[in-house]
């Protein structure tokens, strides 16, 4: 049996600034530009490996460890812009292995908790495109293949580039200007640090994508998001990763956050995502900025209750003294605070 045979990994991102809504639901083009931080590979991370032959029968997949359907029009347009180009290479080149009319098997496994908001289906869809990519030999860059990836889902194009990632909303109805660009490498601001704090990690209750529809069809602070807030934060934000300005970095990320989910809530009927433990460990970090009189903690939520705080690596038992104190029964720990006065977080 001739068999080929190509594995990836492709990590986490985290938004920073929030992509919400959808001007094209086929193609997931945003109603907005958005940025992130891609985590590192060693953390969060999808495993994906794709097999094609001749042999191979039908297109399947596995999903940490059980069958899942391939028909969703969502894979189905990634697989078929694939082997689209592949085609491409083998009309140029007939020496080629003719792999584009061949079926894929793909077997992924991710090591954190699938569809907790934890950005399980950027990570998903950047590593199947990015097996493919690679079992094709695709010459395309990955602002190009990072656009295979958003048709699989949004955020996925921003995981194909490490570091500081910007997704450009574009402006074209086909899609071909709505890409992933990188701002700067991760060792460009490498004290940069992110925690994550799992609050839980059962299934969101409402899926993404239609919570973004309902917030688009009936959010009135949703148009003013768009229009007058994403814009201007977008150049700021650049701006500052570039400066390495970290107060304003923070500012900006809490913001956002608080914005997106402002629009979830003004969606009819509303949307929460954030739960009680959620909005204490906000209050948490405005206690820690405020008692330090320094910004030392940035918080954002995605589409669930989990928390991802960005911080500076010389400040991390400033903040984790305050985590410690609240979530972990330390032994030995010499507490500086009352039980009323921490309990107040939760
Ligand atoms: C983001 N989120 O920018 C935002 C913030 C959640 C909140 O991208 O429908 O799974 O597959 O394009 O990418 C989650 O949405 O949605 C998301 P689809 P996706 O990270």
Redesign the pocket.
């Known amino acids: 049996m001739t068999l080929f045979v190509a594995s990836t990994t492709a990590p986490v991102?985290?938004?920073t600034l929030?992509?919400?809504g959808?001007r094209d639901k086929t193609l997931?083009l945003p109603t907005n530009s958005?940025i992130?931080v891609t985590l590192s590979q060693e953390d969060l991370r999808t495993l994906t490996s794709v097999c094609t032959g001749p042999e191979i029968t039908e297109d399947k997949l596995w999903l940490n460890g059980s069958e899942e359907s391939l028909k969703s029009e969502?894979t189905q347009n990634c697989l078929a812009d694939l082997r689209k180009l592949r085609m491409k290479l083998e009309d140029e080149d007939s020496n080629l292995p003719k792999m584009s009319k061949w079926n894929v098997v793909i077997v992924s496994e991710n090591n954190f908790p699938t569809a907790a908001?934890l950005?399980s289906?950027?990570a998903g869809f950047a590593a199947l495109v990015m097996a493919i990519a690679k079992l094709y030999e695709l010459p395309d860059s990955l602002s190009e293949i990072s656009k295979i990836a958003r048709k699989g889902?949004?955020?996925?194009c921003r995981s194909l580039l490490g570091g500081y990632v910007a997704w450009e909303m574009g402006e074209k109805a086909d899609g071909s200007d709505s890409k992933a660009v990188q701002i700067a490498p991760m060792e460009h601001w490498p004290n940069m640090k992110a925690a994550i704090l799992v609050v839980s990690a059962s299934k969101k209750d409402t899926p993404?994508?239609s919570g973004?529809q309902l917030t688009v069809g009936t959010s009135d602070l949703f148009q003013h998001r768009i229009k007058d807030v994403v814009p201007h934060r977008f150049v700021e934000m650049k701006q500052a990763v570039l400066e390495k300005d970290w107060p304003t970095f923070a500012e900006l990320t809490m913001k956002d956050s608080n914005s997106?989910h402002a629009t979830c809530l003004d969606s009819f009927p509303p949307i929460f995502y954030m739960n009680d433990v959620s909005k204490g460990i906000i209050k948490l970090c405005h206690f820690i900025n405020a008692f330090y009189n320094e910004t030392i903690v940035a918080y954002t939520f995605?589409?669930g209750p989990n928390a991802v705080l960005y911080y500076l690596e010389e400040n991390e038992s400033k903040l984790f003294a305050f985590i410690y104190e609240l979530f972990a029964e330390v032994p030995g720990w010499d507490s500086k605070f009352s039980k009323d006065e921490l309990t107040q977080f939760l």
């Not at 889902?153 to 996925?156: R, V």
């Open positions: 991102n985290i938004a929030k992509y919400w959808k997931n958005s992130s969502r908001g950005a289906s950027a889902s949004g955020s996925a993404s994508t973004m997106f995605d589409a």
